[in-house]
């Protein structure tokens, strides 16, 4: 059965939810932006997050972040809504940018946990006031992380408006995956896809290309992307990583998630696969932007699948 340990992370709490038999267990800190910090299955971890306070206090590379009200850049950190323009902070300084939104700095709290024989999940949520000026829309924003004995990981996401008004909202997650030392040695594979053509400050410029670099599963090598992609369906879109017996899935679907982004770091030690909402710049271009009515909840789910089959 699984078993929850609550323990100090800095001046945070870490909640840890592992099953001792099988070796699977992940921890998390709500009070940052409801953070992952690790995923194991069989005692091996396959997520590339923050290891100590200090790390997570610093956010480098927005480890397993949670991306919302928007995902990806924000053009200028500018966008106009019902006829008024607002201004997010400049927190991507190479591109001029506003990137990710906000809610990973914030404290949720936890709302649920459940441990059972085969499965253990933990609810967290942010009641968001309308406090910050570039966003000042009420929400309330849940996340269910769940793991199960047969090596499937979730996450489940919903906002509800809380505004007398629509709302612009999009949402996606942010984590870096390694099955071994180095991205290079990763084999990966990606939906039949379109990737999203952007200028020099990696905003789209309005045009698509389509992709099948890795349509078949071919090895990573000295490959660099930091590209977002229009899934080419509608139905649920997986990607693939893998590294000798190791095999990782991430999917979700494509009417929840149109949008996915491949991130490979210059320090080549993982690999972001990041479903998303909606398009990079979305406030601005509307391109999958989720307009929420009052009252009304928006959800989503992304999945994880891993196995480890030696011979």
Known sequence: ???????????????????????????????????????????????????????????????SVLLFPFPNRLDRGQYSWQGKTYQFPINNAATENAIHGFVRDEAFYVVKIELGLEYALIQCRFDYDGSRPYYPFPFTLDVTYKIQNNGQFALKASCLNRYDAPIPIGFGWHPYFKLTEKADDHQMRLPVSAMVEINERMIPNGAQTHYTQFYRRKLVADTFLDNCFQAG???????????????????????????FQVFTPPHRESIALEPMSCNVDALNNGDGLVILHPQETWKGEIKLKYSNNPQ
């Open 1 to 63: 059965m699984y078993q929850l340990s609550v323990s100090a992370f800095g001046a945070y709490t870490r909640y840890e939810l592992e099953h001792p038999e099988s070796g699977n267990r992940f921890s998390i800190v709500p009070e940052r932006g409801a953070n992952v910090l690790d995923l194991h299955f069989g005692g091996v971890n396959i997520l590339d997050g923050y290891d100590t306070p200090e790390a997570l206090e610093q956010a480098k590379w927005g480890k």
């Open 233 to 259: 369906t509608h139905s649920t879109y997986k990607m693939l990583l893998e590294h000798g017996t190791q095999n990782l899935l991430v999917s979700a679907n494509a009417a929840q998630f149109p949008f």
